[in-house]
């Protein structure tokens, strides 16, 4: 599709397995997309779909109106933010800000600060959904910042996904991603000690993932998961190296505001165990490993 030039120009920054797609659903919904990533093939990838490849950060974003970032982690998103040739440096005063990345919250408050001091309105819009949610456009995006930002991001968000929701000031999207992280971390090693369960008691597995995704027990990590459990197909769509990190992140901001989450701390040490063994850049649906591991039966 011709990019439509009454919409706002985008600068992405991060092409990976949910920045490709994300990027992509813009370019169809008539957004000029301008994009940079390190890897040269996902560069082409994105003119393929019709979007513009930049050779650098300052490129990319020298003429955007809205710039969006989508990168593993906080490393990361200081090192396109800042320095000479970074975003707060090289974007247009006026230009608005998003970033989707999952990082801690005071990162994002940082970030909005900094961009305040250069004219740059700053939007955290972390999301969740998986590559599938990225893919379908269908994803959950819980933003933090000024309501009018907002107001103006809104637009291009509801392209990206179902459910855009200002969750309060600058931080709070993050907050609340830590908290998605959490629920999912915890509702997937649920998941996986059932399997488990289940399995060593001789039950039919397909049918009892059907029967308990119909009732209390059915949840979306249920039912998107459901055939990474039974096929043990851990193709990554998140992978554990990630909620790894986003688990630190919980622990982190919950120590911050004295909040116990005895359970949570629990799941990430399941995760980081499950890194420390080699199963990283599986999906995270693979802490069906670890309890199988645990239940000294035969790891598939």
């Not at 974007?91 to 801690?104: H, K, W, Y």
Request: proline share 4%; with cysteine.
């Amino acid at each position: 599709m011709l990019a439509d030039t009454a919409l706002p120009s985008v600068a992405w920054i991060g092409l990976g397995i949910m920045g490709a797609p994300m990027a992509e659903n813009l370019l169809k919904a008539g957004y000029s997309v301008t994009g940079y990533t390190l890897e040269e093939h996902k560069l082409d990838r994105l003119a393929a779909a019709g979007g513009t490849p930049a050779g650098s950060v300052a490129d990319a974003v020298r003429d955007a109106d809205v710039v969006v970032t989508m990168l593993p982690a906080d490393a990361q998103v200081a090192a396109v933010a800042h320095g000479d040739e970074g975003v707060l440096a090289r974007a247009r005063p006026g230009a608005l800000f998003i970033d989707m990345s999952s990082v801690t919250p005071r990162i994002s408050r940082a970030l909005a600060e900094a961009g305040a001091a250069r004219g740059l309105r700053v939007l955290d819009a972390p999301v969740s959904g998986g590559e599938a949610g990225a893919v379908e456009g269908v994803l959950s995006v819980m933003v933090g910042g000024h309501p009018d930002d907002f107001a103006a991001a809104e637009p291009l968000l509801r392209v990206l996904g179902t459910t855009v929701v200002l969750t309060g000031p600058h931080g709070a999207g993050q907050t609340v991603k830590a908290a998605n992280q959490l629920i999912v971390a915890v509702t997937l090693q649920a998941c996986a000690e059932a399997v488990v369960f289940l399995e060593k008691s001789g039950v039919d597995l397909a049918a009892a993932l059907d029967v308990l995704g119909g009732g209390l027990a059915g949840s979306a990590v249920l039912t998107r998961k459901k055939h990474a459990f039974l096929a043990r197909d851990f193709t990554p769509g998140f992978r554990v190296d990630l909620h790894h990190k986003d688990m630190g992140i919980v622990t982190d901001a919950a120590r911050a505001v004295g909040a116990a989450v005895p359970v949570g701390a629990l799941v990430a040490q399941l995760v980081a165990a499950l890194r420390a063994q080699g199963d990283g850049g599986l999906d995270h649906s693979a802490l069906l490993r670890g309890v199988e591991r645990l239940s000294g039966g035969p790891v598939r």
